[in-house]
């Protein structure tokens, strides 16, 4: 089942990336544009995806990962406010959160989702 995205995701990302030079490409996009095009055709997972990349994300999220990293400390400082027990435990086991927010964050959560939340 995977195969049949295979083609249409590099055309989608291809043409994203034509596009967006600037932006080019990010490894998470893929997570991105597979997941929308499980629900719609290639021409409408580029457009949302175009849409997300141009309009919803700032500019600099995948250029520099400057909105990726951004977002990473603040989504840490909200961990330690709300569950400080929690960020407290993972610096004593020596765990480092930014391992699993970076992934969240560039897949914008599509690869931790399950399919039935989709």
């Known amino acids: 089942m995977v195969e049949k995205f295979i083609d ?5 990302l291809t043409t994203f990336v034509k596009r967006n030079p600037t932006i080019g490409y990010c490894q998470g996009m893929n ?8 629900h719609m055709n290639e ?9 997300i990349a141009e309009n919803i994300l700032p500019l600099d999220y995948y250029s520099d990962m ?5 977002d990473q400390k603040v989504f ?30 560039v897949t914008l959560f599509f690869n931790s989702l ?5």
């Not at 249409?8 to 989608?12: F, L």
């Not at 997570?31 to 499980?38: E, H, K, N």
């Not at 399950?114 to 989709?118: L, Q, R, V």
């Open 114 to 118: 399950s399919a039935d939340a989709m």
């Open 43 to 51: 021409v409408e997972s580029f457009w949302v995806f175009v849409s």
């Open 76 to 105: 840490e400082e909200l961990l330690k406010e709300k569950y400080p027990k929690l960020v407290t435990h993972m610096q004593n086991v020596n765990y480092q959160l930014d391992l699993i927010a970076f992934q969240w964050l």
């Open 31 to 38: 997570f991105i544009v597979g997941t929308l095009l499980r």
């Open 66 to 70: 400057l909105g990726i990293l951004v």
């Open 8 to 12: 249409p995701m590099r055309n989608v």
